[in-house]
């Protein structure tokens, strides 16, 4: 994707907006973007810098984000403290184009890092309980204050607020320590001859460093007190808004990532705040349990949209004729009594029991958890509750660590009775 139209090749001390900021290393990379640690000399900090791909689809994007990050970075009342700040944007002309630039705030890694770096066992209850409530904290923000919806909540686009200081410890975070603080006003032209110089040393020293970490070119090796998860303080930030709308004007017809996506949006029957709920909770699933809530799959005879939609009647109960029929799409899935089509024996495991059974949660912190998913995952939209109203959940009282730890100890297997290999394909 390093071609005409596509992303922007940045090499390490590569200066951006005058020589403002200057690129440190790789954090992260999306479908439309890579994103760079920089080092912004006029306030002597490190941000985010997102570099947008150059067709003009991608510019497009940007602009809308810039355009929901400024509106949300505009008054900042606290509650804006768990979505990610827009600092500054800028264009950036290269060899494959125009690429508008977004400086946001320095964050750390995404929750599917942390849930990997967990060995996908899920994570203690009270740090699910923390994060949940950040998210929790964003999204009535987003909805009640904004009137924005997100539309593609998943681990990835929630990162944790960094605990690593790069100025303070440039090796763990794996930055050249020559241009961990360029010396000086870095407005000031670098002759070009100090400034190669610079480089070559630089690109050499993050080379050794990532050496002894024994990770690809240093990139977001997640460092060793982030893997004891204990240790780490889970406030967290939703990022990436470059799909996020104004519920009074939504745009596109296909939202959400496909395991986060709400049953409404499948049936094309219309959406609005609630679909972030439904995502909420899938993320929330997973970061007790280490596993997508939905992962469906094309099958003989059946799309992935229809498996999809059993998966869900499976674990939550037959869809409502009403809600079912209510789509666009309906008609392709259903039929006239509310039944799937081609997928006609389900195999019904309420999520309780499947906490207990597959998970071996304990009997309490399986009610607990699921009586709060479960509302969230109600198929009719204008029944789960707001972010406002979940934040409210007896379930953020509920103290069940030491369960919780018994739970996940590492003698515990997980039992797979395959859920998903239960369709059974129906002649017309
Ligand atoms: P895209 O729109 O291309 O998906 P994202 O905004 O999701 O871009 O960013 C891509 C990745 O870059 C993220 O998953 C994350 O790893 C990293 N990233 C994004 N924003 C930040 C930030 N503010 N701080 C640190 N890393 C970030
Ligand atoms: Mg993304």
């Known amino acids: 994707s390093y071609r005409k139209g596509g992303y922007?090749?940045?090499?390490?001390?590569?200066?951006?907006?005058?020589?403002?900021?200057?690129?440190?290393?790789?954090?992260g990379w999306g479908q439309f973007s890579t994103v760079w640690l920089a080092y912004d000399t006029t306030t002597s900090a490190y941000v985010a810098l997102k570099i947008q791909k150059s067709a003009a689809q991608f510019v497009q994007a940007a602009l809308h984000e810039i355009d929901v990050l400024s509106s949300i970075a505009d008054d900042a009342p606290s509650n804006s403290k768990f979505v990610v700040q827009l600092i500054d944007h800028f264009k950036h002309t290269g060899p494959n184009g125009q690429h508008?630039?977004?400086?946001?705030?320095f964050l750390g890694d995404s929750l599917l890092r942390l849930i990997r770096h967990n060995r996908y066992k899920g994570l203690p209850m009270?740090?699910?309980?923390?994060?949940?409530?950040?998210?929790?904290?964003?999204?009535?923000?987003?909805?009640?204050?904004?009137?924005?919806?997100?539309?593609?909540l998943?681990?990835?686009?929630?990162?944790?607020?960094?605990?690593?200081?790069?100025?303070?410890d440039p090796v763990r975070s794996g930055l050249s320590p020559i241009l961990e603080r360029p010396e000086g006003n870095t407005n000031v032209a670098v002759s070009s001859l100090i400034?190669?110089?610079?480089?070559?040393?630089?690109?050499?020293?993050?080379?050794?460093?990532s050496g002894q970490r024994g990770s690809m070119g240093g990139i977001g090796d997640v460092s060793k007190s982030e893997r004891n998860i204990d240790g780490i303080d889970v406030r967290c930030k939703v990022v990436d808004f470059g799909n996020a709308c104004w519920a009074d004007k939504p745009f596109a017809e296909e939202i959400q990532t496909r395991q986060y996506r709400a049953p409404e949006v499948i049936l094309q029957a219309g959406y609005s705040f609630s679909v972030d709920m439904w995502s909420f909770a899938c993320i929330a699933f997973e970061l007790a349990t280490g596993d997508m809530l939905f992962t469906p799959?094309?099958?003989?005879?059946?799309?992935?949209?229809?498996?999809?939609?059993?998966?869900?009647?499976e674990l939550l109960g037959k869809i409502p004729r009403k809600v079912a029929t209510a789509g666009?799409?309906?008609?392709?899935?259903?039929?006239?009594?509310?039944?799937?089509?081609?997928?006609?024996?389900?195999?019904?495991?309420?999520?309780?029991?499947?906490?207990?059974?597959?998970?071996?949660?304990?009997?309490?912190?399986?009610?607990?958890?699921?009586?709060?998913?479960?509302?969230?995952?109600?198929?009719?939209?204008?029944?789960?509750?707001?972010?406002?109203?979940?934040?409210?959940?007896?379930?953020?009282?509920?103290?069940?660590?030491?369960?919780?730890?018994?739970?996940?100890?590492?003698?515990?297997?997980?039992?797979?009775?395959?859920?998903?290999?239960?369709?059974?394909?129906?002649?017309?």
């Open 8 to 27: 922007h090749a940045v090499r390490i001390a590569d200066q951006f907006a005058g020589g403002r900021y200057i690129a440190q290393r790789k954090l």
């Open 100 to 105: 508008l630039c977004m400086v946001l705030e």
């Open 126 to 152: 009270n740090k699910v309980r923390e994060i949940c409530k950040c998210i929790l904290i964003g999204l009535d923000y987003l909805h009640r204050e904004h009137g924005i919806i997100h539309t593609d």
């Open 154 to 168: 998943k681990p990835e686009n929630v990162l944790l607020v960094s605990t690593i200081d790069p100025a303070k």
């Open 195 to 209: 400034e190669k110089k610079l480089k070559r040393r630089a690109r050499r020293a993050v080379a050794k460093i």
């Open 297 to 313: 799959k094309v099958g003989q005879g059946f799309s992935e949209d229809e498996d999809h939609l059993a998966l869900m009647m």
């Open 328 to 428: 666009a799409k309906s008609k392709d899935f259903f039929d006239r009594h509310g039944d799937l089509r081609r997928i006609r024996r389900l195999k019904f495991w309420p999520l309780n029991k499947l906490l207990i059974d597959r998970y071996k949660f304990s009997e309490s912190v399986a009610h607990e958890f699921s009586e709060f998913l479960l509302p969230l995952l109600d198929f009719a939209p204008e029944k789960r509750p707001t972010a406002q109203k979940c934040l409210e959940h007896p379930w953020f009282m509920a103290k069940e660590c030491i369960t919780n730890e018994m739970r996940n100890d590492s003698s515990v297997e997980k039992v797979d009775v395959g859920i998903s290999n239960l369709k059974i394909k129906v002649g017309k």
